[in-house]
């Protein structure tokens, strides 16, 4: 028996260890042709999955330079920054966007005050019904959003609430709080909560503990469930569609434009929405790496 053989096995009884020992080094050892084939497998399925995941998002792009004859952009027929110059030609795909934006943008900021405060508080304390809130976090993850849509048309419908932005703006905010509040307890599952002890300690009340201790530490946690929110808000039709009333957004658009015309302009729009969250991302990233060096940011 080896040396390091004897040091990976536990203290035990001595007839144990060596039936122990036996059993390591009688383990089957794949040959090195097998281990490589593995390994070169496991790469091309990685491959593949990034290509698949990819695709999509790439054939959208390209097609936002195509210059298409008649009214559905399926076909490359030539490079074409007409689209690009006149991106927001089509007033009904501009007004949609814009509303998209506009509903993403305000139930983003209630979903993450709400979500962020939820789970400082689940995290942070222990109360009675802890356990029941966070089952009723994870309920909007996992109902269908055809019974989330539904459920909620009917409760506005029995508060006489006219359908339109505003209970686009609920019902996303419905939502959007659950990705939150699971994104920032993430964060804040590894939060030295003595850090706070510590500033109070130090004579720091309260309300400046958490401005200047605990919130740019779980700052990040709360930049990416934002960007999580924003991004399902923009993105979502079925709970949209059946509380829009007659306001339309970008999916309800391109849903119905599917029938007579899918002008490059929504791949124009769709690529500006790409590289924006490219750029939120890139940016959140280097001012991470900035304060993780210390250094100033501007």
């Known amino acids: ?81 007409e689209a690009w110059q006149n991106a927001f030609a089509i007033p009904g795909l501009t007004s949609a966007f814009f509303t998209s934006l506009q509903v993403g943008a305000v139930s983003t900021v209630f979903a993450v ?54 209970t686009i703006v609920v019902a996303h905010i419905s939502f959007q709080i659950s990705f939150v509040a699971v994104t920032v307890k993430a964060r804040l599952r590894g939060f030295d909560w003595t850090l706070e002890d510590a500033a109070m300690d130090l004579g720091s009340p309260p309300l400046r503990t958490f401005l200047r201790v605990t919130f740019p530490l779980i700052l990040p946690g709360i930049i990416a469930a934002a960007m999580l929110a924003f991004a399902l808000s923009l993105d979502d039709f079925i709970v949209t569609f059946f509380v ?18 899918l002008p490059p302009q929504i791949n124009v729009l769709a690529t500006i929405i790409l590289l924006v969250s490219l750029a939120l991302i890139g940016l959140n990233e280097l001012v991470r790496h900035w304060r993780t060096r210390g250094l100033p940011v501007g």
């Open 1 to 81: 028996m080896t040396a390091a053989t004897r040091a990976a096995v536990p203290e035990m009884h001595p007839a144990t260890a060596e039936t122990r020992v036996a059993v390591i080094e009688k383990r089957f050892v794949p040959p090195r042709w097998l281990r490589r084939t593995g390994s070169v497998l496991l790469r091309m399925w990685a491959y593949f999955a990034l290509v698949f995941l990819f695709l999509p998002i790439a054939v959208v792009v390209l097609f936002s330079f195509n210059d298409p004859v008649g009214k559905f952009n399926l076909v490359w027929k030539g490079f074409s920054l």
């Open 113 to 166: 005050i709400i979500g962020s405060l939820i789970a400082l508080a689940l995290v942070r304390y222990r109360y009675k019904g802890g356990a029941a809130t966070n089952l009723f976090l994870v309920l909007p993850l996992t109902a269908p959003e055809v019974v989330l849509g539904s459920s909620l048309l009917v409760l506005f419908l029995d508060m006489s609430w006219p359908t339109g932005f505003s």
């Open 244 to 261: 829009s009333g007659s306001e339309v957004t970008y999916p309800l658009f391109v849903n119905s434009a599917v029938k007579t015309s």
